[in-house]
């Protein structure tokens, strides 16, 4: 089984030797004819590469763990004597008739 990362450190490597070549050339620390130049690029290179292989990077398999208990309770059936979801309630009875009003004899 690989671990690691060998490729991203090689390009890692690469790119940060040559970027660290050019800061030491602009700052002035190096002249430009110097063979560190050459070599700081390809030992960070090594170094990097071997720092990707032998990092342990990535994800870890887990163990198998059982499945922790729902919060949820079981699902129940719908009793058979309930009245149908989205159903409409039976219609009210009318309402009872008013007597007439009392008629005045004078």
């Known amino acids: 089984m690989t671990r690691g990362r060998p490729i991203r450190g090689f390009f890692g490597g690469l790119f940060f ?3 660290l070549d050019l800061d030491l050339v602009f ?9 560190a130049l050459v070599i700081l690029p390809i030992v960070l290179i090594v170094l990097c590469t071997a720092l990707g292989i032998w990092a342990p990077i990535g994800r870890a398999r887990l163990p198998a763990v059982a499945p922790l ?6 699902p ?3 009793p ?20 007439p009003p009392p008629t005045s004899s004078i």
């Open 17 to 19: 030797g040559l970027c």
């Open 27 to 35: 700052t002035g620390a190096v002249r430009i004819d110097s063979n």
């Open 69 to 74: 208990p729902s919060a949820l309770p079981r």
């Open 76 to 78: 129940v059936a719908w």
């Open 80 to 99: 058979d004597n309930a009245p149908l979801e989205g159903s409409t309630p039976p219609p009210a009875p009318p309402p009872p008739p008013r007597d």
